[in-house]
């Protein structure tokens, strides 16, 4: 079975520029997570979908931040404009049902470094 | 306060030796708890989910307690491949994980 796949797996761009991830989940998957993790940090949720609705993205910065998953399939996270606390690594996470007691199987990760 | 509390270490430890750490959570409304494990610029995996009960995989036992909202894991006989950072996770509703900062093991040959 295919794991959850993320692209890209490195970026490097400079303050007030724009940059986009991609995720594409374990097919069947209902729920997807975007999470930031900052070095040292546990990972934090940026917003969860549940097929193509957001059940939460109460910690999004929805000033700089969007995400969306239009057919309930692959997901786009984006930044728009950079900030530096911006660096971490965006996880992406996909789980089967509903999320909540469930297993979350995770992407290998994109890492920004923003200059 | 953070809802998930860990003690960062690093426990470093020989090999064949036991260790252990607890984790502390704010909710006492949590459902579900977990140890995921996060190899060192790797993506956190399962590494087992935590019962009331208590429960046991290979090596490796989890501890629940609700009356003082923390739960233990406990590594015997550890490896040289246990060394990687060890993530408390707690179920907070019907659909939220949150994750602790993580407990970093290093094993020393």
């Known amino acids: 079975e295919a794991g959850v796949a993320q692209s890209p797996r490195y970026k490097i761009i400079e303050k007030r520029q724009s940059v986009a991830f991609w995720c594409n989940p374990i097919?069947?998957?209902?729920?997807l997570y975007w999470y930031q993790q900052i070095l040292g940090q546990g990972p934090k949720l940026l917003i969860q979908f549940q097929n193509n609705g957001v059940v939460d993205d109460s910690q999004l910065p929805k000033d700089r931040f969007s995400a969306e998953r239009l057919k309930g399939v692959d997901s786009t996270l984006k930044i728009q404009p950079a900030k530096l606390e911006d660096s971490a690594v965006y996880l992406c996470?996909?789980?089967?049902?509903?999320?909540?007691?469930?297993?979350?199987?995770f992407g290998p990760g994109t890492r920004l470094l923003v200059l | 306060r953070k809802e998930v509390e860990q003690d960062p270490g690093p426990f470093n430890v020989p090999e064949g030796a036991t260790v252990a750490f607890n984790c502390t959570y704010s909710?006492?409304?949590?459902?579900?708890f977990f140890w995921y494990r996060q190899d060192c610029r790797k993506e956190p995996k399962l590494l087992m989910s935590?019962?009331?009960s208590g429960n046991e995989d290979g090596r490796f036992t989890a501890q629940l307690n609700r009356a003082s909202q923390y739960i233990s894991l406990l590594i015997r006989d550890s490896k040289l491949s246990d060394s990687a950072t060890y993530l408390c996770?707690?179920?907070?509703?019907?659909?939220?994980?949150?994750f602790g900062a993580g407990t970093t093991v290093t094993v020393r040959a």
């Open positions: 996770v707690v179920n907070e509703n019907d659909y939220k994980l949150s």
């Open positions: 996470a996909s789980s089967p049902g509903q999320g909540g007691g469930e297993t979350q199987y």
């Open positions: 909710n006492s409304a949590s459902q579900s």
């Open positions: 097919s069947g998957h209902a729920t």
């Open positions: 935590v019962y009331s």
